[in-house]
């Protein structure tokens, strides 16, 4: 019998109206949202469903996006849906921590509010990020070690879908480098700074004195982080890898292959959009995601993973 795994987007996803279904049909939560508006300092379900502008604003974007991601997760939970492991991309880690028992909600949210602000001060002029299309990780990386400047693998997708970042000359210089070894294509991305990348490491920093004065608890259900795509063990080491996640590469492609190779078959991600189901069709053919960003997806994979798992 296979395994459930609940996974969490990160930022990029967002959108004007986002959990909007939840929070009217559900009181969890609308109290999941209070929650967060208070830990946060701020009218989050406003911020979600009203101000467009601020939403795509890195030190905002963050807390709305853990605020849905919660409250979709307190919904499943509430109709019986359990996951057997859980993992998040970038921002989603901490949606994944939630899920894990490792943290509570508050803290979750306000370690968020204070990581989107400190992402959107420590970003330096002329930042930016790229897809790489077409091309492994391993020549991605290489190309990037013989670049001149500041630039680095910022993700590891799924196959053929590799994510640059860095300096701006850097990265362009890179993605040239990239085409000729064989990418079929290079996509500048539309974001505000050069996130895990090096050049974010102070801002690491700071998050981390933010995180050293929370309590992180044994996790009810394993839990795997970006930083080195294995499940982490002692919750002691949870700040100190939510601190370095912030400057180095997300192991995204890695695991969900640690997670398939354990046993895992249903991958139930929570959040808007749908990335990383699209990631998994390109990892595994065998493998079955769900996408939960309306109400009526939760029926769906409630009833999905009911018949794989009664």
Known sequence: MGKIAFVFPGQGAQYLGMGKDFYEREAVCREVFQEASEAAGLDVAKLCFEQEEKLHQTEYTQIAMLAVEAAILAAAQARGLQADVTAGLSLGEYGALIASGAMKPRDAFRAVRRRGILMQEAVPEGGAMAAVLGLDGET???????????VSVANYNCPGQIVITGEQQAVERACEGMREAGAKRTVPLKVSGPFHSPLLE?????????????????????????????????????????????????????????????????????????????????????????????????????????????
């Open 140 to 150: 991605a990386a290489r190309v990037c070690e013989e670049t001149a400047g500041a």
């Open 202 to 310: 102070k801002a690491g920093q700071e998050l981390g004195q933010v995180l050293a004065q929370m309590e992180f608890g044994p996790m009810k259900i394993p839990y795997l982080t970006n930083v080195t795509a294995d499940y982490v063990r002692d919750p002691a080491d949870i700040p100190g890898l939510l601190m370095r996640q912030v400057a180095s590469p997300v192991l995204w492609q890695p695991s969900v292959e640690r997670m398939i190779a354990d046993g895992t078959d249903i991958f139930v991600e929570m959040g808007p959009g749908r990335t990383l189901t699209g990631f998994l069709r390109k990892i595994s053919r065998e493998a079955k995601g769900y996408s939960v960003e309306k109400w009526e997806d939760l029926e769906k994979a409630a009833a999905a993973a009911g018949k794989e798992r009664p």
